[in-house]
């Protein structure tokens, strides 16, 4: 069944976020779940860190390479039209998805490539930049003027938070570094939360070239009010970076309303294969950067000399791009249209409201961050007196339950929440409140291990 | 009973031997897990080319500082030359349970500190 045909099938639990346990019912359509551990059934709550995948996603996969395999945009015959069909199709219900347009959509390896590649080409270019200009009409390569602005230089600043994982931390270090500029942090709250005041007096100090930061938090849940803080950044001069990698699988998002002059997010943690990205750009922006890497695809044509480049997005699409799990990515997108994402995020919100209710009946456990869950996306950091996170992920394995502990990808937000890690349980559209009951019966169990 | 999290792991765990600061020491090391971002320092006092007293600092899981608080004991009093030669089997028997290929860097934190505050390498035991 086609997962939009499926979705008006589905059992109608959840009418109110606040209703309390929630299931979308569709547990079956992911394989994984008929997998037994140790002759227990599988209870995953890391989809924070990657989803599991959808039958109809692993088919398109192998669908596409059964039958559709060839390279994209360089061949006549039938077969490569339908490569390209599948590819730049693919782009466009993923653009759809997020209300973004298909031109400025980017496909790239994953969410830390788009970072990086908005660091690179637009980070370490200059105001007027292009190369030979925004496609192949312009006549050989018009190099920067040497003499224009640099869009980061000494003296100037980026402006991250304490909520960012490494891959929207490092990228702007290294910038910052390099450039002589200054890399600052808004801070979190005893809430876990940003402060839109903040934002205005870091921008009013006049260095700040770009602002970048998580939609969602990965560590506290955090929803991030993303629409305010770029149209502050936007009045301000500046340039914004959205990493929505924990928000587009969780909750209707709608790039073109944020606004972000960056968007980025990825495949895998979106019901989607490994291996694809996407970014997000707005037009202007993009046509004014030089590409991030260079080679096929990414090319308009190719002198002894010099090179001019090929139109958006495929400037910045160097060599055969990720064609089978774009189509997969183009099905997860689909299939989760199928759900409707406000049903999504209905449910998810149920689910953590409930595992946040049931958690506090774990002693010494306390969770971090925002403690409504309309105020969180669907996880839950937390540690418990007297357990190391790590072992609260070795002893909830133990019950079969999947939770992730550690830093997270994010140990100066460690250092800010005073803890050296925590463990994390986080839901999908495939989680049950059953789900979470395991969880708290592991936890409770665990404790008495540790003799607590 | 578990096999991990035996009486004595906990023990250790919960009470661990040797553990804060020494001032003054002769010898110090400080490393990481990358893995769980734990960390784990080492105090060392030196006397006559052996270890005369020793302090680990530092947090991290059950595993880890039950094998830093066992290993203690036997490093106290050992020749600065043998500790070189320390390797992770040394650690593991030394630790009685079996630990899985993704905790084996928790009980070879101690290890790693130990050897690079003495011979400068910082390579994880093998």
């Known amino acids: 069944m086609p997962p939009a045909a499926r979705a008006s099938t589905l059992p109608a639990t959840i009418t109110d976020a606040s209703a309390g346990p929630s299931s979308l019912g569709v547990r079956d359509d992911f394989p994984i779940f008929a997998r037994k551990f140790a002759g227990r059934p599988l209870i995953y709550l890391d989809s924070g860190a990657t989803s599991q995948k959808p039958t109809v996603v692993i088919d398109a996969l192998a669908e596409h390479l059964r039958a559709h395999n060839a390279n994209v945009h360089r061949g006549v015959y039938a077969l490569a039209q339908e490569a390209d069909a599948a590819y730049d199709g693919a782009r466009r219900r993923v653009a759809a998805f997020v209300g973004a347009q298909p031109q400025t959509t980017i496909f790239t390896k994953n969410v830390t490539e788009a970072i990086n590649l908005v660091a690179y080409a637009w980070g370490r270019g200059r105001a007027g930049d292009g190369g030979n200009g925004r496609t192949e009409k312009h006549a050989g390569p018009r190099h920067a003027d040497p003499r224009a602005r640099a869009n980061i230089g000494p003296g100037d600043a980026v402006l991250i938070t304490q909520l960012e994982h490494h891959a929207n931390i ?4 290294v910038l910052c570094r ?3 500029a200054t890399l600052r942090y808004l801070e979190i709250d005893a809430r876990g ?3 839109l005041e903040q934002l205005d007096a870091e921008l009013a100090r006049g260095d700040v070239r770009l602002v970048a930061f998580s939609h969602v938090s990965n560590v506290l849940g955090t929803i991030v009010p993303v629409a305010e803080m770029t149209a502050r950044i936007r009045a301000a001069g500046a340039v914004s970076l959205v990493d929505g990698a924990q928000a587009v699988p969780h909750m209707p998002v709608d790039v073109g309303a944020i606004d972000a002059d960056f968007y980025a997010w990825t495949g895998h943690k979106a019901l989607g294969p490994t291996g694809i990205g996407v970014l997000h750009g707005r037009t202007e922006i993009l046509e004014q950067m030089e590409p991030f890497m260079t080679g096929g695809d990414m ?11 090929n139109e958006l997005p495929y400037k910045f699409e160097a060599g055969t791009p990720p064609i089978a799990q774009a189509a997969g990515l183009g099905v997860a997108v689909d299939y989760l249209s199928g759900l409707g994402m406000d049903r999504v995020r209905a449910h998810e919100q149920a689910l953590t409201a409930y595992m946040i209710e049931r958690l506090a009946e774990v002693p010494g456990l306390r969770v971090v961050g925002p403690p409504e869950a309309e105020r969180r996306g669907g996880l839950a950091s937390f540690t418990i007196e007297g357990i190391h996170a790590h072992d609260i992920a070795e002893l909830a394995d133990r019950g079969g339950v999947c ?6 990808c994010a140990q100066p937000l460690m250092r800010c929440l005073g803890v050296g890690a925590t463990a994390r349980a986080s ?12 969880l708290v019966d592991a936890l409770l169990a665990g404790r008495e291990v540790f003799g607590l | 009973m578990d096999d991990l999290y035996r009486d004595y792991i906990l023990d250790h765990y919960k009470r661990p031997h040797n553990f804060g600061e020494l001032d003054p020491h002769d010898l110090e090391g400080l490393e990481h897990n990358p893995l769980c971002g734990d960390e784990l320092g080492v105090h060392i006092r030196v006397k006559d080319g052996r270890i005369e007293d020793l302090r680990f600092h530092g947090h991290g899981c059950a595993i880890s500082q039950a094998s830093a608080s066992i290993a203690s004991e036997e490093l106290i009093g050992m020749e600065l030359g043998e500790v070189g030669a320390l390797d992770a089997d040394w650690m593991i028997e030394l630790l009685g349970i079996s630990v899985s290929a993704t905790r084996r860097k928790c009980a070879l934190l101690n290890l790693k500190v130990v050897r690079g505050a003495v011979t400068g390498d910082h390579a994880w035991p093998a």
């Open chain 1, 178 to 180: 390099e450039r002589g």
């Open chain 1, 299 to 309: 090319i308009s044509s190719v002198d002894f000399q010099s090179a001019t480049w």
């Open chain 1, 403 to 408: 939770i992730r502990a550690g830093h997270h």
């Open chain 1, 193 to 195: 939360e940003l402060s």
């Open chain 1, 427 to 438: 839901v999908g559209v495939y989680n049950e409140p059953s789900d979470i009951d395991a």
């Open chain 1, 170 to 173: 490092v990228p702007w270090q």
